[in-house]
Nanobody, 122 residues
């Protein structure tokens, strides 16, 4: 089970760092992706990933603002979000990914757990 945390209320232009922690599995063994769901909209596909061999990538629409990383010693994956905009508001989830699945993928619900709400508002 994965659990995202670290969300909250932030002003436009602000920053947040989300964390993804696991229970019952070792994150080191999995590629991990971040996905989100804006209010009233469908859940988006994975927009940032980090692989077991340390490669990280984000989709073009966030790559200049978001950075994903992992700390294997803490069994935690992070999503650093900078220059947040209103459009970044939503519930953010982390998901374990099968080999070969990456940006744009919509993982099944059994692979992601509790999300964390990010609200960008002035």
């Amino acid at each position: 089970q994965l659990q995202a945390s670290g969300g909250g209320l932030v002003q436009p232009g602000g920053s947040l760092r989300l964390s993804c922690v696991a229970s019952g599995l070792t994150l080191n063994d999995w590629d991990i992706g971040w996905l989100r769901q804006a209010p009233g909209k469908e859940r988006e596909g994975v927009f940032c990933t980090t692989t077991t061999d340390g490669r990280s990538t984000c989709a073009e629409f966030v790559e200049d603002r978001f950075t994903v990383s992992r700390d294997n010693s803490r069994n935690t994956v992070y999503l650093q979000m900078n220059s947040l905009t209103f459009e970044d508001t939503g519930v953010y989830y982390c998901a374990r990914l099968g080999t070969g699945y990456g940006l744009g993928y919509r993982p099944p619900a059994r692979t992601w757990g509790q999300g964390t709400l990010v609200t960008v508002s002035s």
